[in-house]
């Protein structure tokens, strides 16, 4: 699932950054503009879902903005900050097509709570789960099955298979938790010393910068759901301290001298061997019993390949919706090629290619020539003829692991360069090698670029 872009816009610095600490939190995706004027270039030059922008600004003002928008794409979500003085105007601006407008000062709870039901409209389409193969059907009755209980459920799937979409799945369909929040982080996207205030909160004075109290990400979620993405990359410090969380449904603030109770479901996701992670010491075992209470394991694109047609599908009514090309299809070559392309990086990268297509496209349908290089090539006749199955079978997981042997051996264990041999993202093939129990030989150093 592709991530909200939202823009903010303020001609004051503290402001910007106050708005955007809780929305980067919030897993979506901030670009800041210090004036209309700034906002109107970005707005030019890419998509956003949501601007939330201030109204009385230095030069071009929040109406004026409004009104640049609306005419640029009418899709955007406008949200207006006001100030006492300027509420009629606020008024005046619902009335032109912003969607909604907040009082100074804004609180963290209301302009998350804002924001999410101006982009109701787009999570209600990425929440969707699109597919017509037996493995996702499979999930389907999962998701149902988990979704009627509290406890914690762990998500295992590689990158770009829909975790987070399996995630919100099951928060919807958990009563009464589906019409509370759910909040979303991706523990590999925060530094450790600031995951901790995300998660927790933080008292004011706790630390340099902590100039006012903070509700952490539990405290945001209470009665809902938090989803813990990449829950592989936290370090044991912060492992300790969230199983005591979900062991005792209580929370401390970083600063903080007393506990608070939480009601909070948590649903953690990874694309990594957790039980080889405990093995090695990486992983607490009792966090990892902890949260895989439940689980749903979420196939890759290639093993439910009946998926493929319906998503180019979904895909394409969804950004051609979202654009101005009056793009109809796929030609018949280009279908074939996706369809027997093996997609390493999943829906997330079968959306990519169909977005970037049509932004490429010049007639109503898309061509071979619109598609990303890596698809184009990975089709293409191999030199020395196609390989030929024997009679007697082969075991695919050793020609994979031989495969990823080579790759590794050839580029001098440099992950990278095996990587790109094999066509297969850095984070794939690093899944690959630990699945398999691949490592460098003793005394080689093994290179990550």
Request: aromatic share 6%; proline share 4%; net charge negative.
């Amino acid at each position: 699932m592709s991530r909200k872009n939202i823009l903010v816009v303020d001609d004051e610095r503290p402001q910007r950054e106050a708005y955007e600490r809780p929305l980067v939190g919030a897993g979506y995706e901030v670009t800041t503009a210090s004036s209309g004027e700034a906002a109107v270039k970005f707005i030019n030059e890419r998509k956003f879902d949501l601007v939330l922008t201030d109204l009385k600004m230095t030069g071009m003002s929040g109406i004026e903005l409004l009104q640049h928008v609306i005419a640029q794409d009418p899709s955007t979500s406008v949200v207006l900050i006001t100030g006492h003085g300027t509420i009629e105007s606020a008024k005046e601006a619902l009335r032109n097509g912003a969607f909604d407008y907040l009082e100074k000062p804004v609180d963290q709870e209301p302009l998350l709570e804002t924001v999410r039901r101006a982009l109701g409209k787009l999570e209600e389409l990425d929440t969707e789960i699109v597919s017509a193969s037996p493995n996702m059907e499979t999930v389907k009755k999962m998701i149902v099955k988990v979704a009627r209980s509290n406890s914690t459920v762990l998500i295992r799937g590689e990158s770009g298979t829909g975790k987070e979409l399996i995630a919100r799945a099951i928060h919807n369909q958990s009563p009464p938790r589906l019409t509370e929040v759910f909040q979303a982080v991706n523990c590999a996207a925060i530094s450790e010393n600031l995951l901790e205030s995300e998660l927790f909160g933080h008292e004011k004075g706790s630390f340099t910068g902590a100039h006012a109290e903070k509700k952490g990400l539990f405290e945001l979620a209470n009665h809902g759901t938090l989803f813990l993405d990449e829950i592989a990359e936290l370090d044991v410090a912060m492992q300790a301290k969230l199983l005591r969380a979900l062991q005792e449904r209580k929370i401390r603030r970083v600063g903080g001298t007393h506990e608070i109770s939480i009601d909070v479901r948590v649903i953690a996701a990874t694309n990594r061997d957790l039980r080889a992670m405990v093995a090695d010491g990486r992983f607490r075992d009792d966090l990892y019993y902890r949260i895989n209470v439940l689980s749903v394991d979420v196939p890759p694109l290639r093993e439910r390949r009946d998926d493929i047609p319906v998503l180019i599908e979904f895909f394409l009514k969804k950004h051609t919706r979202n654009t101005s090309r009056l793009v109809r299809g796929l030609t018949p070559e280009t279908r074939k090629l996706m369809l027997d392309y093996s997609w390493p990086g999943n829906v997330r990268q079968l959306e990519s290619a169909i977005e970037r297509a049509i932004l490429l496209c010049e007639g109503d349908q898309i061509t071979v020539e619109d598609l990303p290089l890596e698809v184009r090539q990975e089709n293409r006749p191999a030199a020395q003829g196609a390989f030929n199955l024997p009679a007697e079978g082969i075991s695919f997981e050793d020609v994979e692991r031989d495969l990823l042997t080579q790759a590794m051996e050839r580029t001098d264990y440099n992950i990278t360069k095996a990587a790109k041999l094999l066509g297969l993202t850095f984070r794939t093939l690093q899944y690959r090698l630990e699945k398999f129990g691949i490592k460098k030989p003793e005394g080689k150093t093994e290179a990550a670029g």
